[in-house]
């Protein structure tokens, strides 16, 4: 099983960044997707999810209108538009990937920085 984000990096205050999580190893179309962000110092928390069909989507309050959570079951890959960013943005952003009634499958990729400058 991998899970291999990219797209992450340096941007200014307002600027976008789309990352990418190509996901191998696993049947990707069955599991729900997430993306997670740790700052330092903070604990994990949940950026964006979105179900295995893509129908369904959550995000957190902070990102809400900002973020948009998307994926391409062909491709075996989900991306996380991120535009207004902000400082507070910054952190390492972590792929997730779960299945079962009791999240028995549960993987994540290695994480990609975003920095968001003032």
């Known amino acids: 099983v991998q899970l291999v984000e990219s797209g992450g990096g340096l941007v200014q205050a307002g600027g976008s960044l789309r990352l990418s999580c190509a996901a191998s190893?696993?049947?990707?179309?069955?599991?729900?997707m997430s993306w997670y962000r740790q700052a330092p110092g903070k604990e994990r928390e949940l950026v964006a999810r979105?179900?295995?069909?893509?129908?369904?989507?959550n995000y957190a309050d902070s990102v809400k209108g900002r973020f948009t959570i998307s994926r391409d079951n062909a491709k075996n890959t989900v991306y996380l538009q991120m535009n207004s960013l902000k400082p507070e943005d910054t952190a390492v952003y972590y792929c997730?990937?779960?299945?079962?009634?009791?999240?028995?499958?549960?993987?994540w990729g290695q994480g990609t920085q975003v920095t968001v400058s003032s």
């Open positions: 997730n990937a779960k299945y079962g009634p009791m999240n028995d499958y549960d993987y």
């Open positions: 979105i179900r295995s069909s893509g129908g369904s989507t």
């Open positions: 190893g696993f049947t990707f179309s069955s599991y729900t």
